[in-house]
Nanobody, 120 residues
């Protein structure tokens, strides 16, 4: 059973910082892309940032220069450092990972989500 366990999040004032972490546990052969999505009330879930196995990163334009995604491959962990937070960053943030469950079989897994609230 594969699980993505998230930590971090919470409430902060505009301009503040938060760190989200997500660790994959269970039985699997490896992990492909890891990333973070978010969903604000009344909006669709959107990609915030993702990182490949070799460290290539992608960010949504609205967070470029403010958020930093990193991964620790031996620890099966992905971290999102968020700075200069804005009220529009308020959302539930979900960890995502492409898990290699066996040879030639990759499944997408999601964390349960963690709330980030930024007040003005």
């Amino acid at each position: 059973q594969v699980q993505l366990v998230e930590s971090g999040g919470g409430s902060v004032q505009a301009g503040g910082s938060l760190r989200l972490s997500c660790t994959a546990s269970g039985s699997f052969l490896g992990i492909g892309v890891m990333g973070w999505y978010r969903q604000a009330p009344g909006k669709q879930r959107e990609l915030v940032a993702r990182v490949t196995t070799n460290g290539t990163t992608t960010y949504v334009d609205s967070v470029k220069g403010r958020f930093d995604i990193t991964r620790d491959n031996p620890e099966n962990r992905v971290t999102l450092q968020m700075t200069s937070l804005k009220p529009e960053d308020t959302a539930v943030y979900y960890c995502h990972a492409d898990i290699v469950v066996r040879v030639n079989r990759v499944l997408k897994y999601w964390g349960r989500g963690t709330q980030v609230t930024v007040s003005s």
